[in-house]
């Protein structure tokens, strides 16, 4: 179990230019989830794959956002345009999901700054 | 989604214990009772979970009473390393639901 790897750490950019990340989950894991969290909030849900299929998308997730995860492995969140308001820390979960009692394993994260 | 309230934060010193409440007025007859931990920079990270009673793990232990519409981390013997924020969070699957997080409670060990 090497748990759940996010890259990379740290990402800079200027405003409008796209970024993408990316998150490989605990291998056995069929439920990945990405969240975004901004210094002294908890995290916020962005979406959850079950497997390849993506089941839950927040409003919080404008049109600029995108999310893929190709044969249920990996998967990439990609922000198009970004603007001063995506900077915060993009956490990425897995866990052995559906059930009763689901535990969530996260990654370290990605720090997004837009300039 | 059940709803979440938690102190925003709390003081302690090494050698304590310390007990976070958390209230869930509205829990479901099927929603666990989870805790996460998190350090600045890093993750939540999974500490405890509970359906009732009691749970005790090697990291803390979890007091649910009868009617579960609150819940209480017990962190025994604090030390610095465990100054962090500390999130209840009170959900089941459903398949297309997702658990959300809440503010959290900020606890920090002094010497």
């Known amino acids: 179990d090497t748990g759940v790897s996010q890259n990379p750490r740290h990402k800079i950019t200027k405003r409008g230019q796209n970024v993408t990340f990316r998150c490989d989950p605990i291998?056995?894991?069929?439920?990945l989830y990405w969240y975004r969290q901004t210094l002294g909030q908890g995290p916020e849900f962005l979406t959850y794959?079950?497997?390849?299929?993506?089941?839950?998308k927040s409003r919080l997730l404008s049109d600029r956002f995108s999310a893929e995860r190709p044969k249920g492995s990996f998967s990439t969140l990609e922000i198009q345009r970004t603007e001063q308001g995506d900077s915060a820390m993009y956490l990425c979960?897995?866990?052995?999901?559906?059930?009763?009692?689901?535990?969530?394993?996260f990654g370290s994260g990605t720090q997004l700054s837009v300039l | 989604l059940a709803k979440t309230t938690q102190p925003i934060s709390m003081d302690s010193y090494e050698g304590q214990e310390v007990n976070i409440t958390c209230s869930h007025n509205?829990?479901?007859?099927?929603?666990?009772i989870t805790w996460y931990q998190q350090f600045p920079s890093q993750g939540p990270r999974f500490i405890i979970q509970?359906?009732?009673t009691k749970v005790t793990n090697e990291v803390a232990s979890l007091f649910i009473p009868a009617d579960r519409k609150s819940s209480t981390l017990s962190l025994p013997r604090v030390s610095l390393s465990d100054t962090a924020v500390y999130y209840c969070?009170?959900?089941?699957?459903?398949?297309?639901?997702?658990?959300?997080f809440g503010s959290g409670t900020r606890l920090q060990v002094q010497p």
């Open positions: 509205n829990i479901a007859t099927n929603d666990y």
């Open positions: 969070l009170v959900g089941v699957d459903t398949g297309r639901r997702a658990l959300t």
């Open positions: 509970g359906y009732k």
């Open positions: 291998s056995e894991h069929n439920r």
């Open positions: 794959f079950q497997n390849e299929a993506q089941l839950e």
């Open positions: 979960a897995s866990s052995t999901g559906p059930g009763l009692n689901e535990k969530l394993f």
